[in-house]
């Protein structure tokens, strides 16, 4: 995941030249974007709940309800939807733009609770045909809502997805070609880009993130053995700017057994506790290896003071007494002191990382001279020649789809005339 997006363009044709596939999903600027669409990797109700779940978590806004009732009543009707969706609606139709028609059809009366919009009709009439189905079992708690209740929450779902508002958006979630359920199959480099100074679409990011490591796990469980061919390593840039991906703490534990690993960057260690309470201790406890690059926040300073443990420092202690009687007198002994200091921490030389790998002694790094990769000269600091233009690359079509609203021309083989051959 990267904010800004300027690592593509930078290094995209030395991957691409290394035999990566390249694949981009840009939340800044959509014409720089690929399609990805959440809709394409729900196989299950499980799923189906798992992506409600990281659309609430992460679109709550600024405020936080005191009523649980709220947020509970809505996740009930995007479950619902979203499961009608998932298995009666024809594949075209899967994505949120649906989700977004259905909801403003759900039209309530207050005066008439007895009115039933398409949508009532719509279930009515699947609840004859599957009673069982797992959305109508879920519609039909929502329907226990009275009709001022129903309005409200129909409110409430409106501005969570005011974003789908944006055609743009709708347009590059309509369907899908990031093919998350590939990366471990071949070498594949996926950039995330989005905004590092406003956060109204990080909810995507996050549930890009939940689907990947699900995804990725179950084709490591289910087709590999428990360990997927090509390592997938997750570079998590800007990490608290993501979102919050549910779960986390259970995530990092268990993916390294798959060939998959997480690196987590962050300006300071409180943006983490920020977003995961008491489970950021979990999630860095979990970590393999930790790397400080530098940084003056006082919690990361203070935790990695003692990380590093103290050494033993020789004390002198001259005491000279003046007057009638003058004396002198020493005192000598050995005293803990810290090994780095926090105000030593905070002037770190920008040259130089404080590296931690389990098992081993903290140390200190220089950092690597980026000229010296053996790939440099692929790049675009290298050469301006070997610039990656994104917004090239996604009109080109290497992942061409053909969709319903695609216009184009059939031609018969047989209606071919025969060209004469040149003499």
């Not at 780095?340 to 921490?345: A, G, H, K, V, W």
Request: hydrophobic fraction near 35%; charged fraction near 30%.
């Amino acid at each position: 995941m990267l904010p800004k997006g300027l690592l593509l363009p930078e290094t995209g044709m030395a991957l691409y030249k290394n035999g990566y596939r390249i694949k981009v999903f840009n939340t800044i600027n959509f014409a720089k974007s690929q399609h990805y669409n959440p809709f394409h990797y729900v196989h299950s109700e499980k799923d189906i709940l798992k992506m409600v779940n990281v659309l609430m978590m992460n679109t709550k806004g600024e405020g936080k309800s005191s009523d649980p009732f709220w947020d509970k009543a809505e996740t009930m009707l995007y479950t619902a939807l979203i499961g009608y969706i998932h298995y009666e609606a024809p594949k075209e139709e899967q994505n949120f733009k649906m989700l977004l028609e259905m909801i403003n059809a759900m039209e309530v009366r207050e005066d008439d609770e007895d009115f039933k919009n398409a949508i009532d009709l719509i279930f009515e009439d699947l609840e004859k045909e599957k009673p069982d189905h797992f959305a109508v079992r879920q519609y039909k708690k929502f329907k226990l809502a009275a009709g001022k209740t129903a309005k409200s929450i129909l409110v409430s779902c409106g501005a969570r997805l005011a974003p789908f508002d944006i055609a743009e958006l709708r347009e590059i979630t309509a369907y899908d070609d990031l093919e998350l359920d590939t990366l471990g199959d071949e070498k594949t480099a996926l950039f995330l880009i989005m905004s590092d100074t406003e956060s109204t679409f990080s909810f995507l990011i996050s549930m890009i993130y939940t689907q990947l490591f699900n995804l990725l796990c179950e084709k490591a469980d289910d087709e590999y053995g428990g360990r997927l061919p090509v390592h997938v390593r997750c570079l998590i840039d800007e990490c608290a700017n993501c979102g919050t991906i549910p779960n986390l703490e259970r995530i990092v534990a268990t993916i390294r057994s798959r060939e998959i690993s997480a690196c987590l960057v962050l300006q300071a260690k409180s943006q983490l506790k920020a977003l995961y309470k008491e489970q950021c201790e979990t999630i860095i406890g979990n970590m393999d290896a930790q790397i400080f690059l530098g940084g003056s926040e006082t919690e990361t300073l203070k935790d990695l003071s003692a990380v590093l443990g103290k050494e033993t420092i020789d004390y002198y202690n001259i005491q000279d007494t003046k007057g009638m009687q003058p004396s002198i007198s020493t005192n000598y002994q050995k005293v803990g002191h810290d090994l780095m200091s926090m105000d030593e921490l905070a002037v770190l030389d920008g040259g130089k990382c404080i590296v931690q790998v389990r098992g081993v002694r903290p140390f200190i790094s220089n950092k690597y001279d980026l000229t010296k990769h053996p790939k440099y000269h692929l790049t675009a600091d290298y050469s301006a020649k070997n610039y990656f233009d994104v917004e090239q690359f996604v009109k080109r079509g290497d992942n061409l789809i053909l969709r319903p609203d695609d216009e184009y021309e059939v031609i018969e083989a047989d209606e071919l005339e025969s060209v004469p051959e040149e003499e």
